[in-house]
């Protein structure tokens, strides 16, 4: 890519572009992981930070404005500048969350880090179980009825598996069964291969190898009986 680069409100930027030479498919560069506070150093670079988000507006609807907010890792806030024209959806997020951020390193004025994609933007807040079927300490529920556990956020369903959701009634052996995801609804079922046993207290288990859709772990096994 050939061009004068200038120096636009301390943004470094090719304007005019005058010729581009495709040379090869290559191999895409992996983010440079970078703390918050260190941003100013990497203009021009693809880099990820992680830390406390926070803003203090509602954001837009895509496309509408531009959206700027900060995030912290504790060594320094840096802007996160999110364009328009991205398309980047940041209303279902909320101010003082943590997130991981990969993009562009910029300096539009301050130092600033520039998501490309929505997939750029990461909650690392870890899932959570936020209903069960039955409900912790029910009685008289169904032999037959999978056992269901539905998560605060998307979840990827290749970790819900016999492994990491169990069901085991008092003693310690453990049901047969399979476990499904439904996507829509956020929730994993336990379905029994046979009919469990009645008046026997069953403990369902959640382990920390269940993971959310961007691979964030439960922060701890959760368990209900």
Known sequence: VNGPLKLYNGLLEMDPTTTITWMSTGTPVPPESTSTGAVGSTQGK???????????????TPGANDFSFSINDGSGAVQIFIDKDTMIDMRGYTSGITMRITGFS???????????????????????????????????????????????????????NSASFTLKKAGGASASGSVTYDAGTKTASFTPAAALDPTTIYTATLTTDVKDANDIALAAPYQFS
Do not use: C, E, H
């Open 46 to 60: 693809l880099i990820v930070v992680s830390g406390v988000a926070t803003w203090g507006t509602t954001p837009p």
């Open 106 to 160: 910029g300096n539009y004025t301050v130092a600033q880090v520039m998501p490309r994609y929505a997939s750029d933007i990461v909650d690392m807040t870890p899932p959570t179980v936020t209903g069960t079927v039955p409900t912790p300490g029910a009685t008289g529920v169904s032999l037959y009825y999978p056992v269901q556990a539905t998560f605060s956020k998307a979840m990827n369903s290749a970790s819900l």
